[in-house]
T-cell receptor, first 114, second 115 residues
C-alpha cells in the first residue's frame, strides 16, 4: 500500500495570508490526525478526524481548522498566518484511530511564514 | 493532564554500543499505550516499539527493547549494538482510548551515533 502523502512538501507564506495543507491517508484508514512540530516543543496535537467528523481537538486557536472528505483525505487550513506558525505539519493515519493502533506518519509539510 | 517528559535533548553513542533513552509520563489512567517513534533527518516518522500498559512483560523488537516501570511511570528505550542508521530524533508518546485517542508526545531526544 502507498504510504501517507502530504502536499505540498514546502510552503512559504507571508504574515496575514492563509494556507491549506492536504493529507492522503493510507488506503482503508479512516482516522487522520494532524500535528505541529517545532524545535523544542516536539509534536503538538492539532485535531483528529474520523469518518468526516472531528473527533478530538488540541489546544490551538480557531485560526487552525480542518476537514475530512468521504474518501478520508483531509485538509487543514490556517488563516491569518503568524510568524509563530512556521513549523513542520505532520499528518498521521490509522485504521480506526484506537489507542492501540499504530499511527502512520506522512513526510510533513514545511511551512515558513515570513 | 497527561504529559510526557524526555529529559535528554541529545544523546550520543559509539557504534556497536548500547544506549538508553529516558521517558517519563504522567497519567491517572490505568489502561494506556506507550510508543517510541523514530524520526531520521528529513525522513518520515516511524514506529520503533509499542508497549501496552496492562502487559508486565517489556516489549522487544530486535535490537530495541523497553524498560517499562508502570508504578514509576517510566518507559525507557534501550538500543543495543547501535548502528549508524539509528541516528535520529526519538520521540516517546502516550495514548489512551479515554482521552479521545490523542497522542501525547515528548519533546524528543536527538541521538548521534559515532563511528
Amino acid at each position: 500500500k502507498a504510504g501517507v502523502t502530504q502536499t505540498p512538501r514546502y510552503l512559504i507564506k507571508t504574515r496575514g495570508q492563509q494556507v491549506t495543507l492536504s493529507c492522503s491517508p493510507i488506503s482503508g484508514h479512516r482516522s487522520v490526525s494532524w500535528y505541529q512540530q517545532t524545535p523544542g516543543q516536539g509534536l503538538q496535537f492539532l485535531f483528529e478526524y474520523f469518518s468526516e467528523t472531528q473527533r478530538n481537538k488540541g489546544n490551538f486557536p480557531g485560526r487552525f481548522s480542518g476537514r475530512q472528505f468521504s474518501n478520508s483525505r483531509s485538509e487543514m487550513n490556517v488563516s491569518t498566518l503568524e510568524l509563530g506558525d512556521s513549523a513542520l505539519y505532520l499528518c498521521a493515519s490509522s485504521p480506526l484511530g484506537r489507542a492501540r493502533n499504530e499511527q502512520f506518519f506522512g513526510p510533513g509539510t514545511r511551512l515558513t511564514v515570513l | 493532564a497527561q504529559t510526557v517528559t524526555q529529559s535528554q535533548p541529545e544523546m550520543s553513542v559509539q557504534e556497536a554500543e548500547t544506549v538508553t533513552l529516558s521517558c517519563t509520563y504522567d497519567t491517572s489512567e490505568s489502561d494506556y499505550y506507550l510508543f517510541w517513534y523514530k524520526q531520521p533527518p528529513s525522513r518520515q516518522m516511524i514506529l520503533v516499539i509499542r508497549q501496552e500498559a496492562y502487559k508486565q512483560q517489556n516489549a522487544t523488537e530486535n535490537r530495541f527493547s523497553v524498560n517499562f516501570q508502570k508504578a514509576a511511570k517510566s518507559f525507557s528505550l534501550k538500543i543495543s549494538d547501535s548502528q549508524l542508521g539509528d541516528a535520529a530524533m526519538y520521540f516517546c508518546a502516550y495514548r489512551t482510548d479515554n482521552t479521545g485517542n490523542q497522542f501525547y508526545f515528548g519533546t524528543g531526544t536527538s541521538l548521534t551515533v559515532i563511528p
